[in-house]
C-alpha cells in the first residue's frame, strides 16, 4: 500500500475562542475527505488572551493529529505564520486562518495542482463578502501599487491562504527576516506557481485582527521589504524642490530687473514651509529604511514559545 503524504496545516490564532471548535470541524471533515493524505494541524497561538489556549489545549488532548506553539506573548500574524512552518513536517504546508473566511474545503483544490506539479498554490479571491468597500478598495489599490513598484511579482487579490510544497517550505523557512511579508516572500522563492479560484466568506465571529492602523502597517512592511522605490522618491522629491527654488530664484531677479515692489514675507514662509516639509519627508523615509535595518541587525530571535503541545521542539531563531 503506498504511503500516505503528510500535509501540516499552518493556523495561526490570536483570540478566536468562538471559532476554533466549528474551524477545527470543518478544516479536519475537509483534510478527511483527500484521498491519499494524512494531516497535521498546527495551531499557532499568538499570545491570545480570551480563551483560545483553553480550546486549543483540549483539541490536542482529544486529537493526535494537532499541535499547538504556544507564544510567550503576541509576536504578529505574520510571525506566527513564520512559527507554524518551522514546526511543519508534511510533504506540503498549508496556511489558513482559523476565522473561516478562507473555506478548508478549498485545500483538496490545492492539494490537486500540488500533485499536478506546482510548488505553491495559493488561493486568488473572487470576492471579499463583509468587508467594507473603504477596505477593498485600498487593498486593491495596495496591491497593484505594490507591483508596479518591486520587481517581485505578487499576485492581486491573494493573502496568505495558499500551499507550498516541502522544497518551497525548506526554503521559506531559511528566510528569517523579521520585518515579514509572507506573501511577498513566497512570491520572492519563484518555482513553479498557480492559483485556485474561490469565494471569501464574512468571518464567522469575532473581530477582524487587521484593523486599519495595522493594515496600514503591513502595507509598510511589504513596501519597504521588496522596493527601494520610496528612497528614490525622496531623492526626486529633493531634485523637484531644488528646481523649484532655482526657478524662483531667476523669477526674483527678473522682478527685481523690471522695478517690482517685493514684500518677501508671504513668499519665505511658503517657500520655508514647502522646503521643510520636503526635507521631513525624506528623512521619514530614510528613517523608515534605517529603522529596519536597526531592527534586523539585533541578535532577537523572531519569536518566543512557552509551550509545545507536539512531537518536537523548534527554536525561534
Known sequence: MEHSQLISVIVPVYNENEVLPTFYQRASDALRGIEGIDY??????????????????????????????RF????????????????????????????????????????????????????????????????????SAFYRL????????????????????????????????????????????????????????????????YPYGKMLKFALDGITSFSTVPLKLAMWLGYAASGFAFLYMISVFVQKALGYTIQGWATIMVAMLFLGGVQLICLGIMGEYLGRIFNEIKPRPMYIVEEVLGRRSATGD
Open 40 to 69: 497535521e494541524l498546527i495551531f499557532v497561538n499568538d499570545g491570545s488572551t480570551d480563551g483560545s489556549n483553553d480550546v486549543l489545549t483540549d483539541l490536542s488532548t482529544r486529537d493526535s493529529r494537532v499541535r499547538v506553539v
Open 146 to 209: 505594490l507591483n508596479r513598484i518591486t520587481k517581485v511579482h505578487i499576485p492581486v487579490d491573494v493573502g496568505d491562504f495558499r500551499l507550498m510544497s516541502r522544497r518551497a517550505t525548506d526554503q521559506l523557512r531559511q528566510l528569517r527576516e523579521k520585518d515579514r511579508f509572507v506573501r511577498g516572500l513566497v512570491s520572492w522563492i519563484g518555482f513553479r506557481q498557480t492559483g485556485v479560484i474561490y469565494e471569501r466568506n464574512e468571518r464567522l465571529a469575532g473581530q477582524t485582527k
Open 72 to 139: 510567550s506573548r503576541n509576536f504578529g500574524h505574520q510571525i506566527a505564520i513564520s512559527a507554524g512552518i518551522d514546526y511543519a513536517e508534511g510533504d506540503c504546508t498549508v496556511v489558513i486562518d482559523a476565522d473561516l473566511q478562507d473555506p478548508p474545503e478549498v485545500i483538496a483544490n490545492m492539494v490537486a495542482k500540488w500533485r499536478e506539479g506546482f510548488d505553491v498554490v495559493y488561493g486568488v479571491r473572487a470576492s471579499r463578502r463583509g468587508e467594507t468597500p473603504l477596505k477593498l478598495l485600498t487593498a
